[in-house]
């Protein structure tokens, strides 16, 4: 989909810091000078396009509930069924289908660990194949938002979560509310508020606190890149010595086109990678051309790698905090 210059700028400009207050629309407007109505109209229409895929909580991962990235090799002539058994689980919050022998990817978010261990039990069950866990050990870049400008190339800081603060049961029936992303409406906290059955203000001030600590990594605009034509989803991994990794690891992180960059298990023989980064670019060309940078980067310590390049997405959406199947619209 195309985007109009109002329509980029609005969601490249609040993919972060969305606003906390009574009437955000009102100040998401305001820089274009758009109207309140004006504004909501706009986000409505590109949500239901699939260009924005929510308003909400981007959550660090194992600070609220438990996740893991698992990956299985399927014969080609049961991509679709086993595909099927997958988007299938409740849990499941991403499953795409990669250019390697390991061909279905997904991502595995519950309450806690015993959802996530249950759920790929019901896969191996129901698939009769093996799922390869590699859950995480290290983030070093966890965000999936990056400035949808043409040039996007100022360097990142190296951020970390200011830490201090622990979430509680409220906090988790609070991401539970919006994980589907906030209604847009003029008073979206208001509807939320009502929902919970509290004051409005305490639905703001605790989204507030989970941001500052860190446990909200990213409030904003959550973008379906492949709808603004960044279709080149290229997982780029490494096999790097385990005394080196974390450092070279903030460093690629640095990178403004990396997305995600993190550390996770080898699983021998089957899988010798422990460095992994999401590159999301508009051509194969210009996401080899990240990961020749991070190569640089990396310098002589670059052992076996890989690139595994998404083919199809199964299934996509934010991570569930609550037993319910659906949220907030």
Same mark, same amino acid.
């Given at each position: 989909m195309t985007l109009n210059p109002t329509e980029l700028a609005l969601i490249d400009r609040w993919q972060r810091n969305? #606003? =906390?207050?009574? !009437? #955000?629309?009102?100040i998401v407007g305001q820089s274009l000078g758009l109207n309140e109505t004006a504004t909501i109209e706009i986000f409505q229409r @590109? +949500?239901? $396009? /699939?260009?924005?895929? +929510?308003?909400g909580a981007v959550v660090r991962p194992h600070t609220v509930g438990a996740s893991t990235l698992a990956a299985m090799r399927v014969p080609a002539e049961r991509l679709d069924a086993v595909a099927a058994i997958v988007t299938g689980q409740p849990a499941v919050n991403h499953n795409y289908q990669r250019a390697h022998a390991f061909n279905l990817w997904f991502v595995i978010a519950g309450p806690d660990s015993e959802a996530v261990a249950a759920t790929i039990r019901r896969i191996e069950e129901e698939s009769e194949l093996r799922v390869l866990n590699l859950p995480l050990l290290r983030s070093y870049h966890i965000d999936l938002g990056f400035s949808l400008a043409e040039n996007h190339s100022t360097a990142r800081s190296d951020a970390r979560p200011a830490g201090g603060y622990w979430s509680d049961p409220f906090d988790r029936s609070l991401l539970g509310a919006i994980e589907a992303? =906030? #209604?847009i409406v003029a008073r979206p906290y208001r509807d939320v508020a009502e929902v919970l059955g509290v004051d &409005?203000?305490?639905? !703001?001030s605790r989204l507030r606190q989970l941001a500052i600590s860190g446990i909200i990594? !990213?409030? /904003?605009? *959550? *973008? +379906?890149h492949r709808a603004l034509g960044y279709i080149a989803n290229a997982m780029a991994v490494w096999d790097m010595a385990d005394d080196l990794v974390d450092d070279i690891g903030h460093r690629f992180a640095r990178n403004p086109n990396v997305t995600l960059c993190y550390r996770r298990p080898r699983v021998l023989p089957d899988w010798p990678y422990n460095l992994f980064c999401m590159v999301h670019a508009k051509t194969k060309r210009d996401a080899f051309a990240v990961i020749d940078d991070l190569n @640089?980067? $990396?310098? $002589? &310590? *670059? /052992?076996k790698q890989a690139v595994l390049f998404s083919t199809r997405c199964f299934k996509q959406r934010g991570a569930t905090f609550s037993n319910q199947t659906g949220g907030l619209h």
């Open positions: 969305f #606003p =906390l207050v009574e !009437r #955000p629309f009102t @590109l +949500r239901e $396009a /699939g260009v924005v895929s +929510r308003i992303g =906030l #209604p &409005e203000e305490e639905v !703001r990594n !990213r409030f /904003g605009c *959550v *973008v +379906r @640089l980067i $990396a310098d $002589a &310590e *670059v /052992g």
